[in-house]
């Protein structure tokens, strides 16, 4: 299975207070958070984390990576810094990427674009970086963790939620 998430801002302090996320601590946070994603993504699934990832060092990094579930690609976000991207752990990183999935074209990148590549050919922009409070354009999807129960989602599964609204 293919998964999507962004934000999760593991170690970061300033998250508790920015986002107010619902947690006491943020061991409490990166706990829960690392135990929701494995219960969500399986050992074989692949998941895009679309920035923003950790506030650790290297070996820090490497330890979380290797402690959550599937074969993880990063897409910088403004917050990733040189101990992230050079993790081992990472199947791939780079700031954008465009794939096709069941016959949709996907944009990734940390940011939500106003526009993006053949936006007027349907393909839909996959993003970061806004916390769930931005108002999406038509097929733009947050898929940060704040929007989606602090868990990774599929791609189904935000299409389906579009469309039930």
């Known amino acids: 299975m293919l998964f999507f998430t962004s934000d999760t801002h593991f170690n970061d302090p300033r998250i508790l207070r920015i986002d107010r996320r619902p947690f006491a601590s943020l061991a409490e946070h990166d706990k829960v958070l690392v135990g929701f994603w494995n219960e969500t993504v399986g050992e074989e699934d692949e998941v895009w984390h679309l920035g923003d990832f950790a506030r650790l060092g290297k070996a820090a990094v490497e330890t979380l990576l290797s402690n959550l579930h599937g074969r993880k690609n990063l897409i910088v976000g403004n917050n990733d810094g040189p101990d992230t991207t050079a993790a081992a752990g990472w ?20 940011y939500p674009f106003r526009t993006w590549n053949q936006m007027g050919k349907k393909s839909i922009d ?40």
Request: charged residues 25%.
């Open 91 to 110: 199947a791939s990183v780079q700031h954008y990427a465009e794939m096709t999935v069941d016959g949709s074209k996907l944009i990734l990148c940390h």
């Open 126 to 165: 996959l993003h970061g970086h806004s916390h769930g409070k931005l108002k999406p354009l038509t097929r733009q999807y947050d898929v940060g963790v704040d929007a989606w129960n602090f868990r990774p989602v599929e791609l189904p599964v935000l299409l389906r939620k579009r469309r039930s609204r």
